[in-house]
């Protein structure tokens, strides 16, 4: 199979200026390599955070809209009246058709599941130890398909029914119970009920651990005076940056107000904002200077093989072949920049990711290497070197032959 001419030639210069073309693919493999290990570990820092975060929270939480109460004033011809309306207490209420209402967001684009949860603030205590705790009531299957709490469950199991509890690490231990022993779990509306602690969790949050109680959703319903309610569904979304939209999209179907973590942890998208800015900053940096780098290169190439490209221009070929051995030049720098600095940055990835390890076992520095990020840095590392070669292409293309062969 026959090499088309203008590959050829884009071969041979690389190869007759090995100098040059050495130092340009190892200056293009170290911005590759700095561009996949900075990704990565922006990419992976952010997973992290937002698994931590996301761990403990549902994505999506839907309530029953908050009440307000109406301002009724007389109207008098010729006077202003101003109304002060304070806004009244809101109790836990009872989202209607719950049953219907689960079904009808399960069915919902991008929904992963659903839970029904019945919660309020209660107070539990054993003896003289007392602590103010958040007490769920669920349905045990649907609400570990949230929080996974059966996988961190240390000791003994996840198994809220009937009279069984299942309490966070922190909070066992500030109260001193364990597997098999009793608490006294007591709603801020009087209501009280004795539970044995079936389980003890750590769901890695210290304040979660501290407070959460699960119970089944009829002992919760019995305690928080909401006879066969729920006071929210806790929604898990399959893109967790979709959140927002599909908490909207469950506003407009069922009337119920619905809030997103991203309104929830709104410190916090601005500071994954922030990385990606970063990041991208740094980035658009480091593949100009590859860029300029590639261009110079090629630019001195022009330079050293002017005699060369006259006598091809001589010999009839065409400023568009001219133009497109130095643009293949570009590419082939490019793509070789990509090969190499995809092995440097995968290797500075790894290492850095098993440098130095959390207390739980965990990358202190995790790293998210995907497919998707080395098609990319490749992709953008051969536009980049095309790129760079258009200048050079054309001051090579617009050399007039006889001036370029008498070396004027």
């Known amino acids: 199979m026959a090499i088309p001419l203008d590959v050829f030639l884009a071969v041979r210069f690389l190869r007759e200026g090995r100098t040059q073309t050495a130092l340009i693919i190892v200056g ?16 992976g820092l952010q997973e992290s955070l937002v698994r931590q975060t996301l761990g403990t929270q549902a994505h999506v939480v839907v309530r029953v809209p908050d009440a307000y109460a109406r301002s009724l004033h007389p109207v008098v011809r010729g006077e202003v ?8 207490a809101q109790r836990t209420r009872s989202i209607e058709s719950w049953q219907t209402r689960v079904r009808e967001i399960e069915r919902m684009d991008g929904v992963e599941a659903v839970s029904p949860t019945v919660s309020g603030a209660a107070l539990a205590s054993r003896g003289t130890a007392s602590r103010s705790v958040t007490l769920f009531g669920v349905e045990a299957s649907r609400f570990d398909s949230l929080y996974a709490i059966e996988r961190h469950t240390i000791v003994g199991r996840f198994a809220p029914s009937g009279s069984d509890a299942v309490i966070g690490a922190e909070l066992a231990s500030d109260l001193g119970v364990s597997v098999g022993d009793r608490l006294r779990i ?3 509306e009087g ?3 004795t539970f044995r602690v079936a389980g003890v969790f750590d769901l890695g949050n210290r304040d979660v651990n501290r ?4 119970v089944s959703m009829r002992s919760a319903q019995s305690l928080l005076d909401l006879a066969g309610g729920v006071s929210n569904l806790d929604v898990r979304v399959h893109e967790v940056f979709a959140a927002e939209s599909t908490a909207r999209q469950i506003e407009s179907r069922t009337g119920l107000a619905a809030e997103s973590w991203m309104e929830t942890n709104g410190q916090l998208l601005i500071a994954l904002r922030s990385q990606s800015a970063s990041s991208q900053m740094i980035q658009f940096f480091v593949v100009v200077a590859v860029a300029l780098g590639i261009a110079s ?6 330079v050293q093989r002017r005699k060369q490209i006259g006598i091809l221009r001589a010999m009839g070929a065409k400023r568009g072949a001219i133009q497109r051995v130095f643009l293949v030049q570009g590419a082939i ?3 070789a920049g990509s090969a190499f600095g995809s092995g440097l940055g995968a290797g500075l990835a790894i290492f850095f990711g098993g440098l130095v390890r959390r207390a739980d076992g965990e990358p202190l520095f995790p790293m998210e290497l995907t497919p998707s990020l080395f098609v990319y840095t490749a992709a953008l590392a051969t536009l980049v070197g095309v790129l760079a070669a258009i200048a050079p292409s054309r001051r090579a293309s617009g050399l007039d032959p006889a001036e370029a062969i008498r070396g004027e």
């Open 81 to 88: 009246i101003v109304a002060h309306v304070e806004r009244p």
């Open 186 to 188: 007591q709603a801020y």
């Open 333 to 335: 720098v490019g793509l």
């Open 297 to 302: 290169v090629l630019v001195v190439s022009v």
């Open 28 to 43: 293009a493999s170290f911005g590759v390599g700095v561009i996949i290990f900075l990704s990565a570990l922006i990419s």
């Open 211 to 214: 407070r959460w109680i699960v």
């Open 191 to 193: 209501r009280a009920s």
